[in-house]
């Protein structure tokens, strides 16, 4: 019998784990386990089934998937405005992606869950001061002192609190009227109007707004206009946390990590062999993957066979981080390599992690040039083979931030400095959110 205990392959190298003080097996993490064990679920099996429709649904072209949010959530930033402003940009995305193309648009937070990050070095000095990089509020703080960056067992069920009350605001917010359609002005309410973005999300406003006055004078007013399902998600790293989180569902009696809908495995832990696969192999939720510039066929396709052997709809989706400059050449072969072996995948476009470069004054940025232009060969791509180009997955954040240069406001390397906040790598701010869901619109409807 399907035992917690006895679902995951002992003894495999997990990569990108914390140092825990007194060890994996240590008291501390037992605690902290022990308590995150006797917790409930943060989401349910049945939710994580829907998704992996929809999934399914987007590998066939029929709908489009848009996740977005913080590249590391922070306990300090899990406030109500913060949340709400996310959610209002994720929403008014989806509007404007949903208008142009008419395609259902499945809604995803890097939210609710986002709280570990896998680092490219374990240390970071300044001066001639060492200390264990910052791997995310689950595991650390940001602050640069020895006490500050020790990692702490204990945070894992703050982790699990501040999702907790991040999903009951995002829950409240979508289900609650907040999200009704016609409330579309109501979500730009707040955000800087006067930009050129601004006034082009008014007159799509205005517009949709014509059009469901128009139904409910004919006698349609859809319930499915009242409320969205949106989903939360995140990287699947720290796996204490996510095994700890892990239950059997008592409807199929299959395990599910229900720490969120949906899971993903970093382009840092998807080691074939490694304990990161083994794990998202054993659980039933929908999977995502992130395949960089040196991703090969026989990876995806060994990743499909492990993680999808049954073929089930939905369960595989692959999101692409290639680089602007790479993945014209990178990509169609991975996508070909796939779709001939018959393996059925959502394809996403991350134009984020294969963009990051350092400012001249420190600060780690990407251009908005490069990251619309990635998308672009990612719909290139997958127009000159025939296959669908399923989504996109952005670092945003409802703030007005100055952390990715270019964009309508043609933010500076200058000017980085003026309102840098991310906890790790850099967001696109509200207005260059909206401005890249007007240009990623375009290309859906020409494609
Ligand atoms: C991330 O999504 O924040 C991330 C670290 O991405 P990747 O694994 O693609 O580098
Ligand atoms: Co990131």
Redesign the pocket.
Known sequence: MTTIENLFTPGLVAAQQPQWPGGVDGPAVKAAVAELKSLPPLVFAGECDDLKARIAEAAEGRAFWLQGGD?AETFAAATADSIRDRIKTILQMAAVLQYYSSLPVIKVGRMAGQFA??RSSDFETRGDVKLPAYRGDAVNDLEFTESARTPDPHRLVRVYNTSSATLNLVRAFTQGGFADLRQVHEWNKGFIRDSSVGDRYEKMADEIGRALAFMKSAGADPDSFKSVDFYSSH?ALILEYEKALTRIDSRTQLPYDVSAHFLWI???TRQLDGAHVDFCAKVNNPIGI?L?PTSTVKDALTLIEKLNPNDEPGRITFIT?MGAGKIREALPALVDGVTKAGAKVLWVC?PM?GNTYEAPSGYKTRRFDDVMDEVKGFFEVHKALGTHPGGIHIELTGDDVTECVGGGEKISEEDLASRYETAC?PRLNHAQSLELAFLVAEMLRDR
């Open positions: 590249c990050k896998p990287e970093g382009e840092r992130k960089g981080r991350d992690h790598d």
